[in-house]
């Protein structure tokens, strides 16, 4: 808003110092300008998708205006758990659960048939006035409910484990499984597929040249970020996670009525597939093989 005022003649229509102002900008600029990056470096790792390394994300920040150097970017995405995770060592301990495999992608290979067949498991920020927090979520792709969902500061493997814990809590899944989540690091680590092989499921990961894969998830985080998120204001850590509990366990698994489910809501929709499916129907997925 400065315009062609000098920075004396703006200190004295607002009748503050200008070592006064210094002092307060000083103080405040660096943490702006850090949340502004943050935000910008969030923006393009999901726009790409997670196959953005420092050195590109820096170069795209250069290209759009911003003044960044590689190691700043580096530093950022380290803390945030933004870096891209590659396999790096070309052997495999014969047995072992592999840390960084990039598996099959199986959604568009099943026809979804019942509940607990196909999860899908996805990561979002949300910028609070002072913070970025991480959402994990996980839901089961037939009914779209929500079976988990994990808040928290950081981006560490600990956050979708949580929500991953969560989900079989509650559902107590047969095995076989079909888990589907993106190439990100906090998916790919040895944790969380070791999780998953030891609960008997089978995990699945997106390419990128198939946009659609979680198309799931990604609707249900417009749908959270449109309805609730942007139309509330949070002050602190505590109040968003009273709120999205609120939205997500008691309003949108139970209330919401869904439009690709006949305009049912999650819970409403398992419950009549429950009530009106024969006992003699199989409960596993169709699985498609090279377009057969």
Known sequence: MQGSLTVERMCHLAQVSRSGFYRYLGERWP???????????????????????????????????????????????????????????????????????????????????????????????????????????????????VIGWALGRTLQAKLPLRALEQAIAHRQPPPGVVHHSDQGGQYVCREYMQALHEHHMVPSMSRPTNPYDHATCESFLRTLKREQINATVYYDFESLHKELTAFIDHYYNRLRLHSALGYQSPEGFENQVALTRSETVGNGPTVTFFGT
């Open 31 to 145: 943490a702006e300008e850090e949340l502004t990056l943050r935000s910008a470096i969030q923006d393009l790792v999901l726009e790409h998708r997670w196959r953005y390394g420092y050195r590109r994300v820096a170069a795209e920040l250069r290209q759009r205006g911003m003044i960044v150097n590689r190691k700043r970017v580096a530093r950022v995405m380290r803390e945030d758990n933004l870096l891209t995770v590659r396999d790096t060592s070309p052997f495999a301990s014969v047995g072992a659960v592999r840390a960084v495999q990039i598996y099959l992608n199986l959604p568009s290979r099943l026809k979804v048939s019942g509940p607990n067949q196909l999860w899908v498991a996805d990561i979002t920020y949300i910028h609070l006035r002072t913070e970025f927090v991480y959402l994990a979520v996980l839901l089961d792709s037939f009914s779209r409910i």
